[in-house]
């Protein structure tokens, strides 16, 4: 693992690395924040980003940093899918498939297989990586994320009881089965027989929650993408059909960027804060 | 003028507007943040950018809607320099020179002068047009700047007694006269005759200042400028020497970036705040 940027921010440090992934068979770059004093006690909040992404949007556009630093609380934030020159783009080069888009799964179908693994990347590699290699509480952490990300947030919080203390979603897709990001997602990751898609489905997720692990989630009522990709009326259903608890807030006038992202991020970073340190 | 992009961020607007400058001879774009509620009263901050940049790295960047919007100021972000294909640039093409580097004077020397007028735009041009299309209080301003910004912000301030309520600068180029980055700009810009180069010098410009404006400057000491180019110490000479009120942070381990403008950019927005709506 190799540091490549360290930028004192906000009294922490914002680091960027690169390392090998095994996973992915690849090497990858992802950004971590540590807030000023962190130590062995400090809580790791994961960031999960959106499609077109890399682990720096996040880092210079959502301002995470001044919460982070306030509550004490690292963020690591990875990339978005497998990258380089080897790995097997969208014959498109679209901006939802392939490079910069891989939707947090574990892809079954040829050729996407042996690098699109952002799954297991996010919830076995990179927090081992971590954990060896950082002197903080990579045992007690939360996960959040945008749009593409949000769903990666909220997919892997509900597949994982009992492993993250709070989960929260900017503008999640909310049920990749249901809408076209998510199955031209799902059908070239895991090819057609739907049944293996709902693994990765947080409105079917929800269903089958062995914990009840609040939601929360904002949502701009101006974002482009609400009624045809991101449907959060799915969700609502789907925690109102199975009683899990879900904090949905429509925010009038937001759009679907980094400006939204950031006028809420404080509201995020203390959910999570609260959680990461409860009693 | 025509909008071209507006964001709802922090509950206020994040605008964007390309217009025809006529000081420029050319099309240019402009930023500009309203916070919440922005009437006649509100006032507003200029804030200059340095070196490469345009008009919306720090709308992207800085997190400054945030405290905009708490305080009830509105910021207005110009590019750096003319823009265009019909604009002439360094031969080089050097990020320090010609586009995205007008360095906020005048030029008198071909082939520049008929373009790069900078210091017109922000200190005539701009503010009438600002002035003609929005409902704030543009009688009631503040100045600040970043790098190449950091001069702007300075220097306008200083040849404009009684104009701004504040001024401050982060990691300002203080004295252009005295670095390589000035040295090239005001002899590529004014010709080599020295004496010209005084009226955008605020070291120089010190000396005859008609107006104690305090000065408020942040200088990261990790920065990579901050030895052959932005040496703050002239400034303290100049201020100290002419009896000019000066706060000058030297923040430990911040670089030139924009994570340490982000830092401090609470502590600006609040010196100007108090500045602007003090009675």
Redesign the interface.
Known sequence: MNLIDN?????GE?RRYQHSSTVLDCEMTFSIYLPPQSNSKTPLIYWLSGLTCSDENFV??S?A??YAAEHGVAIVAPDTSPRGDAIPDDVEASYDFGLGAGFYVNASEQPWAKNYRMYDYVVNELPQLLKRNFDIDTGRTSIMGHSMGGHGALSIALKNPGRFQSVSAFAPIVSPINCAWGQKALSGYLGSDQTSWKQYDSCELIASAAERLPLLVDQ?D?DNFLAEQLKPELLKQACEKHNHPLTLRLQ????H????I??FMADHIHWHASALFAK
């Open positions: 930028q004192v921010c906000f009294a914002q210079q556009k301002g940093q001044r701009g101006a009038p006038g937001y759009d960027s980094y400006f939204f950031a006028s």
